[in-house]
């Protein structure tokens, strides 16, 4: 590996595995946060806290789309790294004021509005952050390797998750429940800090990628298309790419971060319990990111990622009425868990190459990020309060399922259909 591609590729992949540290610790502790913001007199606050904790959890979402546009157009104008700098930035001290906020029980009526803006500004550099590291990573990748460059995207997604999950594991087990939820959930945010530093000074140092300084010193036809794609062709490659990726947002959502919380408030499993079933998810999604990525290279985006989606579709009801059952073997659970992160693996690996080949360079950052920022804001950001307002009103507990399983069902769809981004790469 060049000495430029191994420095980009730790680069472009810090700062996506702070933002997925940061949005785990917060699904995570999504019970705790409900207590503390939403609750009001400091319990549990029970559904109503919890679907006001992902309500504010899915408004950062929505803001992703803005963040992609802007810092897209960063990055497609002055290049990859100063948009990955500003972005680290912003998601660095959005990260650390949440761990400084004052509580319900302290500020009153005004701490959820506080913690729903630093979300905001969290969602503002996430949209950012996804455009340029992928954009990087693939752009520095040698030929033929785009797709498991592109995949160490998403096995920083897996590792953030899982980081997330082991901390806040680690402070139940250490703290209880009582200290957890008094100040130990401070902690996850607070680390951001440290982390966020380490990971700027990484991007500073970092030089442009090959590809954006050759056009950019080339002149506006040094990619072989136009310096700006018609606008009718943006929105047609951007519907596509959301289409594509929404099966990939919506289960993993499900199965990667809502999971804790939806086992605690609806099967009744212990804090602890639920952060186990899903590290036990988090880990088959990183075993299978990387080699879906690698094969994608061999075989073509699309393919991998529909079988992926199929997968989901197939596992999505086993796999809850597994993990419902006060009978079932432990050893089955763990399998049905493992199953299931690596069916979302297999979509999430070749899914930042197939996106940044649906783009031309002059544009790739703003069109890459766009089709996964809106993605999310639907399908991810608003997972755990579609899961958890629908369980409330109808009672059904199989609806994580339907919710997997119709989203990737439509990515199946849309993967199978001609269109750009889903060949074997060949430089």
Known sequence: MRPEARRALLAGSVGNFIEWYEFGAYGYMATVIAANFFGGDGTTGGAEGLIRTYASFALAFFFRPVGA???????????????????????????????????????????????????????????????????????????????????????????GLLAGAGLAAALAAVLGPDALTTWGWRVPFLLALPLGAVALWSRLTLEESPEFRRIATAGPAADGVPEELPRPLRAVAIGIGIGRIMGWAAAGYTFLVVLPAYLQHTVGTTFQQALTATALANLGFAAAVLPAGALS??????????????????????????????????????????????????????????????????????????????????????????VTELVERTGNTGIPAYYAAVTCAISAVALLAPGGGGAPARG
């Open 69 to 159: 546009a802007l810092f897209g157009r960063v990055g497609d104008r002055l290049g990859r790294r100063p948009a990955l700098v500003l972005a680290l930035a912003l998601m660095t001290g959005a990260t650390t004021l949440i761990g400084l906020l004052p509580t319900y029980a302290t500020l009153g009526a005004a701490a959820p509005w506080l913690l729903t803006g630093a979300r905001v500004l969290q969602g503002l550099s996430a949209g950012g952050e996804f455009g340029g590291a992928v954009s990087l990573l693939t752009e520095n990748a040698p030929p033929g390797r785009r797709g498991l460059y592109g995949a160490w995207q998403s096995c920083t997604v897996a590792l």
């Open 297 to 386: 290279d061999r075989v073509g985006r699309r393919p991998v990622m529909a079988a992926g989606a199929a997968l989901v579709v197939l596992l999505a009801f086993p796999l809850l009425t597994l993990l419902q059952s006060a009978t079932a073997p432990t050893a089955a659970k763990a399998a049905a868990l493992l199953l299931a992160g690596a069916a979302v693996g297999a979509m999430a690996g070749p899914g930042p190459a197939m996106l940044a080949e649906m783009f031309p360079s002059r544009v790739r950052c703003t069109g890459l990020g766009l089709s996964y920022a809106l993605a999310n804001a639907v399908f991810s950001g608003c997972a755990g309060l579609i």
